[in-house]
Nanobody, 120 residues
Framework: QVQLAESGGGLVQAGGSLRLSCAAS????????MTWDRQAPGQQRELVAT???????DYADSVKGRFTISRDTTKNTVYLEMNSLKPEDAAVYYC??????????????WGQGTEVTVSS
């Protein structure tokens, strides 16, 4: 079973920056895709950034140009660098991993989340 642990959330002023970390219990190169998602109170979960085992990245339009997803394979960790934060970025941020086996079976894993609060 893959274990994911998020950290780095906290309170930041609008326009400021935070770096979130997602530590995995196994090599992130063995995971086909890792993502950062977020969910604010009263809202549905939103996909904000993805990175594949090959290093390809993608972002939601709402964070494009402000957020950067990256990885450190020696530490089994994926990061989300958040810059120019806005009040609407406030949410609980979750790390999500997806693995597809040779037989085509898909497995998904979630962390417990880390909360980001943005003051205006």
């Amino acid at each position: 079973q893959v274990q994911l642990a998020e950290s780095g959330g906290g309170l930041v002023q609008a326009g400021g920056s935070l770096r979130l970390s997602c530590a995995a219990s196994e090599s992130i190169l063995s995971l086909n895709t890792m993502t950062w998602d977020r969910q604010a109170p009263g809202q549905q979960r939103e996909l904000v950034a993805t990175i594949t085992s090959g290093g390809s990245t993608d972002y939601a339009d709402s964070v494009k140009g402000r957020f950067t997803i990256s990885r450190d394979t020696t530490k089994n960790t994926v990061y989300l660098e958040m810059n120019s934060l806005k009040p609407e970025d406030a949410a609980v941020y979750y790390c999500h991993a997806v693995t597809v086996t040779d037989r085509g079976d898909k497995y998904m894993y979630w962390g417990q989340g880390t909360e980001v609060t943005v003051s205006s």
